[in-house]
């Protein structure tokens, strides 16, 4: 029978259930699949008990209805050790789904509870039922349902004891300490109840069970057993990762998705349960494989405790063609109470992502020439006016020449013409040629500078240049479109300093030659005026601005600048210059642009580089 010091400790486990039964029930809404199966565990524990309970005071006599009792306890009894090793794969996997082999387990529980309900029919479970040990005689299939708990305790013992060696972090010790302690506890009080031959009371396998239900319990509510794949999945659905793979501390292979078994598992041999490491072959350091980058990644994120992210390209065959995919890399280490005890690589496929990229620089590609190329054509259409002027100068300069070449050979037999007189026609020359050389340097300069301004915008031409070039560059370039505007251009700047930039010079001369377009139109609308290009700066960056005395900008224009391609000109305008601008300072100078009104009237377009690719020095 049942003692009353038994009946007092199942109470108490009882009690205590109950209390954390419904703790469970109503303090965690969305428990993990480990924590469901302990808390089966736990009912299934609890219905085992109360009929022991419960036989405690039914007398001896009754024999029936502690026969009712006892088969009340089947189901608890029989369902215990295939829980435990149910509890100990979940722990091992990580998995939230049981495996079907997994579920095929509990139909011997189920066998058992059929056999026991109905022993009276075939005698299979009891040739003699009694409470007392020594009076009871069983049947054949005692020696099956046995065996099976035997099985069930030893397969889920094993497995964790190769765990445990397999993975040297001090989290998993501890855990495969409690949950290996937890199963030797029934499995050798079974054994020893089964083949030892002495007369062991029936609550001695309830209460070794009780062992395994206490150190469980402590594992699942205060070490959270393998709480490492619970935080690697919400990475994961942070991230929204195409592929991952959650490794413990050691590096071994704790879970990985089906995405991630279709890129690395099948190729490399990447299984469950295993070290990474261990699937290395010896030409993967040498080609810097996948396998390899991960590995790398990891002891890295392992040596600095943080979070590490790479580029990486995959070659997949799809349909008999290669495929070349994209994906960014994160390793990040995962913390239990203030240790590193895994890690959780994401893979996020940004192959779509580097095709758009790739399309969308070739699209601003095509914009910053046609920009360009408006730009020129703007500029060729008046320097081709503005060049008669040194063209009829150097024509004008031939002909004075002959003129005076013809007047000294016919002066040559004239006695009255004296050396001076020569010397006085040849200075005359002399003036001549400078004014035509003169006029060759001013056309040598513009046809230079159309010629450096019509290089494609895709070829980067990193140089070191002088802002005074960058100056005369504009003037030069915007002299006509001034002139006919009635416009002036002024320069204010400290002509103390030289100031040097390191960069593409024909990039920057595009961006100011359309400040400097935009200000004329707009200093056009009120009256023609003076308009500034102020060059200054401060300890951090250095300041380019066109300022205008025009309209102003609106708050509609203001909200889109430098965002939207946006134009006042109407259909004079595109609205890609300042957009395109933008792009240019950006990418080629780190800088950056903006615009704003300008005190009294008009408006101030500025852009600002950073000193990193400036040089400045004092002239003494």
Request: hydrophobic letters at 45%; aromatic letters at 10%; glycine letters at 6%.
């Given at each position: ?40 565990l736990a009912v299934a524990y609890a219905s085992w008990i109360i009929p022991l309970i419960v036989m405690h005071f039914v007398s001896m006599e009754n024999q029936q209805l ?384 159309i010629k450096d301004q019509a290089k494609q915008i895709s070829t980067d031409e990193n140089i070191t240049f002088t802002i005074s070039e960058v100056l005369r560059r504009c ?146």
């Amino acid at each position: 029978m049942v003692s009353e010091i038994s009946v007092i400790i199942f109470i108490v486990a009882l009690i205590i259930l109950s209390a954390f039964f419904i703790w469970s029930k109503f303090t965690r809404k969305k428990r993990q699949l480990l924590n469901n199966l302990y808390l089966m565990l736990a009912v299934a524990y609890a219905s085992w008990i109360i009929p022991l309970i419960v036989m405690h005071f039914v007398s001896m006599e009754n024999q029936q209805l502690l026969y009712i009792l006892d088969c009340a306890m089947q189901p608890g009894g029989a369902l215990c050790a295939p829980l435990y090793l149910a509890i100990a794969l979940t722990f091992i996997s990580g998995q939230e789904k049981l495996p079907r082999w997994l579920k095929m387990s509990f139909f011997f529980p189920a066998a058992t509870i059929f056999v026991s309900w109905t022993n009276p029919l075939h005698h299979l479970y009891y040739e003699t039922f009694s409470v007392v040990k020594s009076e009871i005689v069983f049947g054949p299939y005692i020696l099956v349902s046995g065996l099976c708990n035997y099985i069930f305790l030893i397969v889920a013992i094993v497995y964790m004891i190769r765990f445990a060696v397999m993975n040297k972090s001090n989290l998993y010790w501890k855990q495969c300490l409690l949950f290996i302690i937890s199963g030797l506890c029934p499995l050798i009080i079974n054994m020893y109840a089964t083949f030892s031959g002495k007369d062991v009371p029936i609550t001695a396998t309830p209460l070794s069970f009780m062992v395994t239900l206490v150190l469980n319990g402590f594992a699942v509510t205060q070490l959270h057993m393998l709480d490492i794949t619970p935080i690697a999945t919400q990475h994961i659905l942070n991230a929204i990762s195409d592929s991952y793979i959650v490794l413990s501390e050691a590096g071994l292979v704790l879970k990985f998705n089906k995405n991630f078994e279709q890129l690395f598992a099948k190729e490399y041999g990447i299984v469950e349960s295993q070290l990474l490491s261990d699937c290395f072959k010896p030409d993967d350091a040498t080609h810097k494989t996948p396998i390899y980058n991960m590995v790398a990644a990891v002891n890295s994120s392992r040596e600095a405790n943080t979070r590490i992210s790479y580029e990486q390209a995959v070659i997949q065959t799809q349909d008999d063609k290669t495929v070349k995919k994209y994906f960014v890399v994160e390793v990040s280490p995962l913390e239990l109470n203030g240790q590193v005890s895994g890690f959780a690589v994401l893979f996020k496929d940004i192959t779509s992502l580097r095709e758009s990229m790739q399309r969308l620089q070739e699209s601003q590609e095509r914009m910053m020439e046609q920009e360009r190329f408006a730009f020129l054509g703007q500029m060729i259409g008046g320097l081709a006016h503005n060049l008669k002027t040194p063209i009829m100068s150097i024509a004008g300069s031939i002909y004075e020449a002959e003129v005076l070449v013809d007047e000294c050979i016919s002066s040559m037999s004239d006695d009255d013409v004296t050396d001076d007189d020569y010397l006085e026609i040849y200075g005359e020359m002399r003036e001549w040629f400078t004014r035509a050389k003169e006029s060759t340097v001013y056309m040598s300069d513009i046809i230079t500078a159309i010629k450096d301004q019509a290089k494609q915008i895709s070829t980067d031409e990193n140089i070191t240049f002088t802002i005074s070039e960058v100056l005369r560059r504009c003037t030069l370039l915007m002299r006509h479109e001034l002139m006919n505007s009635g416009c002036q251009l002024t320069h204010v700047y400290d002509d103390t300093e030289e100031i040097t930039l390191q960069g593409d010079v024909n990039n920057l001369v595009q961006v100011i030659g359309n400040l400097l377009s935009n200000a004329i139109y707009a200093q056009k609308q009120v009256a023609a005026g003076e308009i500034e290009l102020e060059i200054n700066h401060d300890d951090k960056q250095l300041y380019i601005k066109v300022k205008d005395r025009g309209p102003g900008i609106s708050e509609k224009v203001a909200s889109q600048l430098f965002k939207n391609m946006i134009t006042t000109k109407g259909s004079m305008g595109s609205g890609l210059g300042l957009f395109i601008s933008n792009t240019v300072i950006r990418g080629k100078f780190k800088g950056s642009m903006w615009g704003e009104n300008r005190e009294g009237g008009g408006s101030i377009f500025g852009i600002a580089i950073p000193l990193e690719v400036v040089q400045i020095r004092k002239n003494l």
